[in-house]
């Protein structure tokens, strides 16, 4: 069974431009989360969807920064127009529920660098 | 959402059991405590979790106090491949599913 799958695992974009990152959950995983982690820092949580329905983003930006998960296909976080400040590694994450006993299985995250 | 408080950094040698103490004071009673490993350059991964008392798993083992303000991961006979940087988390009490990362304990095991 293949873990969680993030592409590109680098990612470099210039100020103004729009960064795709895509994560493919573990097979039979239908809830997916994202976080974004800063240099030396803990990982922060972003967004929590389940196929089709964002289910609690508290963690997102209110600008630029969008994620969904569709029926079929991968979860995609879009963030527009970057700027410096995104710069971070983004991590994914499954869980086969949503139960406080079900681990996340996190995939090798995207390392986005904004020139 | 119970904040939790560990150790910033620890250092160890090769064959020696290793320690890393939590404190979480505002655990609730539906909160289970969890811990994760990440090594640089890599997604997070699961160790341990446990709700009460003893835990024990091929990797490590959870010793969690009555009380549960605290909780101890215990590392038997590390190695160099057991430096990491290892997060506690309260995980499950308000029904959030996000997991919420502190700083975490940076382990550095030595030859």
């Known amino acids: 069974n293949a873990g969680v799958m993030q592409n590109p695992r680098h990612l470099v974009r210039r100020r103004g431009q729009e960064a795709r990152l895509r994560c493919s959950p573990m097979?039979?995983?239908?809830?997916v989360y994202w976080y974004r982690q800063l240099p030396e820092e803990g990982l922060k949580f972003m967004v929590y969807?389940?196929?089709?329905?964002?289910?609690?983003e508290s963690g997102m930006p209110k600008e630029r920064f969008s994620a969904e998960f569709p029926k079929e296909g991968p979860s995609i976080l879009r963030i527009q127009q970057v700027v410096r400040g995104d710069s971070a590694a983004y991590f994914c994450?499954?869980?086969?529920?949503?139960?406080?006993?079900?681990?996340?299985?996190f995939g090798p995250g995207t390392r986005l660098t904004v020139t | 959402l119970a904040k939790t408080t560990q150790p910033i950094s620890m250092d160890s040698y090769e064959g020696q059991e290793v320690n890393i103490t939590c404190s979480h004071n505002n655990i609730a009673t539906n909160d289970y405590i969890t811990w994760y490993q990440q090594f640089p350059s890599q997604g997070p991964r699961f160790i341990i979790q446990g709700y009460k008392t003893k835990v024990t798993n091929e990797v490590a083992s959870l010793f969690i106090p009555a009380d549960r303000k605290s909780s101890t991961l215990s590392l038997p006979r590390v190695s160099l491949s057991d430096t990491a940087v290892y997060y506690c988390l309260v995980v499950g009490g308000t029904g959030r599913r996000a997991l919420t990362f502190g700083s975490g304990t940076r382990l550095q095991v030595q030859p």
């Open positions: 994450a499954s869980s086969p529920g949503h139960g406080p006993t079900y681990e996340q299985y």
């Open positions: 969807l389940q196929k089709e329905n964002i289910i609690d």
């Open positions: 097979k039979g995983h239908s809830h």
